[in-house]
């Protein structure tokens, strides 16, 4: 065992073209047997030979990348971007480079990984890619639409207690009837303040009756006093 960690230590780059082009390999034999369900071996001479090549280039830059996000990872620590702890503790550590490292190079070498597969088999099979790009475009046009209404509907509310604050309604009954929390209704308290202050003066607003049906408001704008 002496002698791999050696020479791991120093031949990085060899040892992990040669780990990825066996391991990476044979993963993919492995796959083949499960989604088939019957043991053989996929592919002919030529693809299993550029199999491990691609391997072997992947190996390359999964070193590199790893290596890279320790210092991406060391410099988020110095910038108090991270908690110190991801330096200190060892599991956190290799966590934290690992969640950094997939989430930013996965994507990249995902990608990589099928163009070079593609080459060998002389066809452009991006099955799983498009859907996977699919479903997330969706879902993120879903979810951008919901916090979208989301944060119109928040407008609303705090709108809503603005005039209600200046027709001296309480902060409780406003607080039902916007459903903003009383911390928020008086920071906007303070804020009308603040802006009465910096004008000198009342400033005039046009007048609205108020009237709660259902803890809503219905705003009738009246003619200018």
Do not use: C
Not at 19 to 35: D, H, M, N, P, Y
Not at 53 to 73: P, T
Not at 83 to 92: D, E, H, I, R, Y
């Amino acid at each position: 065992m002496n002698w791999y960690i050696s020479a791991v230590s120093a031949h990085p780059i060899y040892m992990a073209i040669i780990q990825f082009a066996i391991l990476g390999t044979f993963g993919e034999v492995v796959s083949k047997w499960i989604v088939n369900n019957k043991i053989y071996w996929p592919f002919t001479v030529k693809e299993t030979i550029w199999k491990m090549i691609v391997w072997s280039i992947l190996a390359v830059a999964i070193k590199y990348a790893f290596a890279g996000f320790k210092g991406y990872v060391q410099a988020l620590v110095e910038h108090n971007l991270l908690p110190q702890a991801v330096t200190t503790n060892k599991f956190l550590k290799a966590f934290t480079l690992s969640t950094f490292t997939n989430l930013q190079f996965g994507i990249f070498m995902v990608v990589f990984h099928r163009v070079l597969d593609n080459v060998i088999v002389k066809v452009k099979n991006w099955k799983g890619l498009e859907k996977g790009i699919e479903v997330g475009m969706q879902e993120g046009l879903e979810k951008g639409k919901e916090e979208g209404m989301q944060e119109g509907e928040k407008k609303k509310q705090i709108e809503i207690a603005k005039i209600s604050l200046k027709q001296g309604l309480n902060i409780e009954t406003i607080s039902i009837i916007t459903g903003l929390t009383k911390e928020e209704i008086e920071e906007l308290q303070r804020e009308i303040e603040n802006l009465k202050k910096q004008q000198g003066q009342i400033p005039r607003n046009r007048s609205v009756v108020i009237k709660k049906e259902n803890y809503q408001l219905i705003l009738v704008p009246t003619k200018e006093d």
